[in-house]
């Protein structure tokens, strides 16, 4: 069933994560209650153009040059043509005005938390049967990604420019300090004492800070704790019971100590990165995709620690995929999947990678010369492929950019006016339901 509001919260909505149906050999794949059916592959070397739409920023442009190169080199009669279309928001407007108006490109990014609305819509081509078709080996991929770009049992997309959040933390520091990052949460407290240090009752030195800016780096808190943002109907919000309300309780104590520090509002993202390169926060969770940029501009050795877990431990996956329109010509589509599957292929993996300065997200590369040339340059990574299979999807709802700038609201107001979190997320959770209810 189409989603009421897709028109209206397609730029950034999200639907429930669905597993991929399996993939084995053939032309046509029958998934859930639809077939995709795709034409047998024939050689076709008659010119054609396809458009490539994109939100890759500047300094990742050599990198995608080079790569639409090398795919015209193998595919002479393929013309591609990227297109830029601003930030992720900017790009899925343009979306749906071209959607709108019959005139889409055969290939564009998508923002990860974005692709089920358009999927759901029928805005998305259904890979599933190139998939099979070409028997494209799925289980290299890290399957949290995998799932991130399907939905109602078809893969709509691949992983192209992924991050996950991740601990960044003073190493230099730790090692004086004769400490480790915690990897679970009963080493917090233990952590925060040994690191923080206050002064005459002020924190001059955080033991780690926490983004309030973006529930993209609180929702793995809730899950971790046991909690859960929606009840398995996805028709109630569970943010108010006991286990999903360990994260903030948690953080609120720790504020309360001076042990910690959040940044909410617009620049709390700059201000965290000076402290941290300031040496005021000992450790910082952020995107991987700027661990470049710590690395560039610390004065001290930089390391990497996944987030620390409790009842699990995961951490989710930001950026952007790559996916076919549904509404592109047919000989554009069979130029398009060859696209698709070049940029995400293994071989150019570690290359795309570097290049970018986002994941690689093929298992098969890390003990590849190249892969092992890669962590050798940037060891901070191993903590994240030491965890691959737990970089899963964000929680996906049509209605989750709205009610969950509910919860983050709730964030703020503790950040900011030291409120009780307890009874303002009690009243959010009122709000929250009031909006699933209507969704």
Not at 16 to 29: D, P, V
Not at 288 to 302: D, G, I, P, R
């Given at each position: 069933?189409?989603?009421?509001?897709?028109?209206?919260?397609?730029?950034?909505?999200?639907?429930?994560?669905?597993?991929?149906?399996?993939?084995?050999?053939?032309?046509?794949?029958?998934?859930?209650?639809?077939?995709?059916?795709?034409?047998?592959?024939?050689?076709?070397?008659?010119?054609?153009?396809?458009?490539?739409?994109?939100?890759?920023?500047?300094v990742q442009m050599p990198a995608v040059n080079d790569m639409i190169a090398a795919f015209q080199k193998k595919y002479p009669n393929i013309t591609v043509e990227a297109v830029f279309q601003g930030a992720y928001a900017d790009l899925q407007k343009k979306l749906q005005a071209a959607i709108a108006a019959k005139d889409v490109p055969a290939v564009t990014n998508v923002e990860v938390s974005a692709l089920p609305s358009f999927a759901d819509s029928g805005a998305f081509a259904d890979l599933s049967g190139y998939i099979k078709r070409d028997k494209v080996d799925m289980n290299d991929f890290s399957q949290g990604m995998v799932q991130a770009y399907s939905y109602d049992k078809k893969q709509y997309g691949f992983p192209l420019i992924v991050s996950t959040s991740v601990m960044i933390y003073n190493k230099t520091m730790l090692d004086k300090l004769g400490v480790q990052p915690p990897q679970k949460w009963s080493e917090i407290e233990e952590f925060n004492k040994k690191v923080a240090v206050k002064e005459n009752g002020k924190t001059t030195r955080y033991a780690f800070s926490v983004p309030g800016w973006d529930t993209w780096y609180m929702d793995p808190w809730i899950s971790n704790g046991g909690g859960s943002i929606l009840n398995p109907e996805h028709t109630k919000t569970l943010l108010d019971q006991p286990d999903s309300m360990r994260w903030i309780q948690n953080f609120n104590k720790w504020l309360k100590d001076g042990s910690l520090h959040m940044g909410y509002g617009?620049?709390?993202?700059?201000?965290?990165?000076?402290?941290?390169?300031?040496?005021?926060?000992?450790?910082?969770?952020?995107?991987?995709?700027?661990?470049?940029?710590?690395?560039?501009?610390?004065?001290?050795?930089?390391?990497?620690?996944?987030?620390?877990?409790?009842?699990?431990?995961?951490?989710?996956?930001?950026?952007?995929?790559?996916?076919?329109?549904?509404?592109?010509?047919?000989?554009?589509?069979?130029?398009?999947?060859?696209?698709?599957?070049?940029?995400?292929?293994?071989?150019?993996?570690?290359?795309?990678?570097?290049?970018?300065?986002?994941?690689?997200?093929?298992?098969?590369?890390?003990?590849?010369?190249?892969?092992?040339?890669?962590?050798?340059?940037?060891?901070?990574?191993?903590?994240?492929?030491?965890?691959?299979?737990?970089?899963?999807?964000?929680?996906?709802?049509?209605?989750?950019?709205?009610?969950?700038?509910?919860?983050?609201?709730?964030?703020?107001?503790?950040?900011?006016?030291?409120?009780?979190?307890?009874?303002?997320?009690?009243?959010?959770?009122?709000?929250?339901?009031?909006?699933?209810?209507?969704?």
């Open positions: 069933m189409k989603s009421k509001k897709w028109l209206t919260t397609l730029a950034t909505s999200s639907l429930l994560l669905t597993a991929l149906t399996a993939c084995g050999s053939g032309g046509t794949e029958t998934t859930g209650e639809k077939t995709a059916e795709v034409p047998p592959a024939v050689e076709d070397n008659t010119p054609v153009t396809i458009q490539y739409w994109h939100s890759h920023a500047d617009k620049g709390a993202s700059d201000t965290m990165r000076q402290m941290f390169l300031d040496e005021k926060v000992a450790m910082v969770q952020h995107t991987s995709a700027v661990l470049k940029t710590y690395l560039q501009n610390a004065k001290f050795e930089v390391g990497v620690s996944f987030i620390p877990g409790d009842k699990e431990r995961k951490s989710h996956i930001g950026g952007a995929g790559i996916v076919m329109m549904e509404g592109a010509q047919a000989k554009q589509k069979e130029a398009a999947w060859k696209f698709i599957k070049f940029m995400t292929d293994a071989e150019h993996n570690i290359k795309w990678a570097e290049g970018t300065g986002y994941l690689p997200t093929h298992k098969s590369v890390l003990n590849t010369d190249e892969g092992k040339q890669y962590f050798a340059k940037l060891p901070q990574y191993k903590a994240v492929f030491d965890n691959f299979d737990n970089v899963v999807g964000r929680p996906q709802h049509p209605a989750y950019p709205e009610f969950s700038k509910k919860y983050m609201e709730v964030v703020g107001k503790m950040i900011l006016e030291n409120a009780d979190p307890e009874p303002t997320m009690k009243e959010a959770v009122k709000e929250i339901n009031t909006i699933l209810s209507e969704s």
